[in-house]
């Protein structure tokens, strides 16, 4: 007798295109530019990211990553997306990722981004996420989506409310950013949610 497969397929990160950035999934090519990139921005982006390994941009490190995100896909427990130029293909500009999805009763997961410090500033994260929050209110029927930030870092929590997060309250110590446990500022953005007036593209 021919065993059924019952398995879940999940959806898939969609590519996803804005005005000015072009979404996808991260591929084996994109080494170079994010190691190049991460590289440049290096000191922009640590103080709000968990310590770097040692070898932290390496090929190796950068397979474990993919391979990660692979596992997490075919769960349904993540999805990545790479940022990349619309009129420039080949230059990368940053990174998304929801994690810790749950679905069930909760149907939620959690935001996390970067950008490489060239590219910050110019709104380009901006468009990002609110494709970004369109694919996964839409395609994959999440509720809420979560997102945190250390006390300090204003930037983010600026563009957290432009894409029409809400500010729920402070977790103490709730992540070890760059080998210190850092409290944090808890936002999140409801499927209903308004966007704020000056949040068109």
């Known amino acids: 007798m021919?065993?059924?497969?019952f398995a879940t397929r999940h959806p898939e990160p969609g590519r996803l295109e804005t005005r000015r950035t072009v979404l996808q999934r991260p591929q084996p090519n994109d080494f170079q530019a994010w190691a190049d990139l991460r590289r440049e921005s290096a000191d922009f982006l640590q103080p709000f990211e968990p310590s770097w390994a040692a070898d932290e941009l390496s090929r190796s490190a950068f397979r474990a990553r993919l391979r990660r995100h692979e596992a997490d896909i075919?769960?349904?427990r993540g999805l990545p997306w790479f940022l990349f130029d619309r009129h420039r293909p080949d230059i990368l500009l940053g990174g998304i990722t929801i994690s810790n999805i749950r679905h069930g009763?909760?149907?939620t997961g959690t935001l996390g981004y970067w950008m490489g410090e060239e590219h910050a500033g110019k709104g380009l994260m901006k468009e990002a996420l609110l494709a970004v929050c369109g694919e996964l209110f839409e395609v994959h029927h999440l509720h809420r989506i979560e997102a945190a930030t250390v006390l300090n870092?204003?930037?983010s929590q600026a563009l957290l409310t432009r894409c029409g997060f809400k500010q729920e309250g402070m977790a103490r110590q709730y992540?070890?950013?760059n080998g210190v446990w850092r409290d944090h500022n808890l936002f999140a953005r409801l499927a209903e949610d308004q966007l704020p007036a000056d949040s068109s593209l």
């Open 2 to 5: 021919r065993l059924l497969n």
């Open 153 to 155: 870092n204003e930037r």
């Open 105 to 107: 009763v909760a149907e």
């Open 74 to 76: 075919a769960s349904g």
């Open 175 to 177: 992540l070890r950013i």
